[in-house]
């Protein structure tokens, strides 16, 4: 996939930019932050960068957190699932979903950056949907622990 010009102004390729989402994420403590590389399992993303939240604020703060790192090195965001708007209610979860205590309740936001997609979810989410298990191939990258 297509890499996105650094601030440096040179590319920068997927690896990178999974690092960068993945890192952002830990700075704001983000939980059992996993890189997975689908590089040689899918044609729609290179990397799944999957975090877990501990609140509906956390979610929010990451989301940002996330795509304001990724806007400095040049990468754009090109769409984003699950965020509520301001003043309306997060989207209503699919059938067969996991439980929400109201629709306001965020649980899952998805920022699709072409080559990398991460997935912010908080436990019951992850643990429902278990991404880690449906892409069990994947393997995982090395990621240094936040300091």
Same mark, same amino acid.
């Given at each position: 996939?297509?890499? !996105?010009?650094?601030?440096?102004? $040179? ?7 999974a690092l960068l989402a993945a890192r952002a994420a830990q700075?704001?403590? &983000? ?21 877990? &939240?501990?609140?509906?604020?956390? #979610?929010? !703060? ?22 509520? $708007? ?5 989207? &209503? ?8 205590? $109201? ?6 936001? #998805? ?8 997935? #912010? #979810? ?16 994947a393997p995982r990258l090395p990621l240094p622990q936040a300091?």
């Amino acid at each position: 996939m297509s890499g !996105a010009r650094g601030s440096s102004g $040179s590319e920068i390729d997927s690896h990178a930019k999974a690092l960068l989402a993945a890192r952002a994420a830990q700075a704001k403590q &983000a939980e059992d932050v996993v890189i997975m590389d689908l590089r040689t399992l899918s044609t729609l993303t290179d990397f799944f960068i999957l975090c877990t &939240a501990g609140s509906e604020r956390q #979610l929010d !703060a990451l989301k940002d957190h996330i795509e304001g790192e990724l806007a400095r090195e040049g990468c754009a965001v090109r769409h984003v699932e699950g965020a509520a $708007s301001p003043g309306g209610p997060a989207r &209503a979860p699919r059938a067969g979903g996991p439980p929400r205590a $109201s629709e306001r309740d965020l649980r899952w936001v #998805l920022m699709d950056c072409g080559d990398i997609v991460v997935h #912010l #979810l908080d436990q019951p989410t992850r643990d429902f949907y278990r991404l880690e298990d449906l892409w069990a191939d994947a393997p995982r990258l090395p990621l240094p622990q936040a300091r």
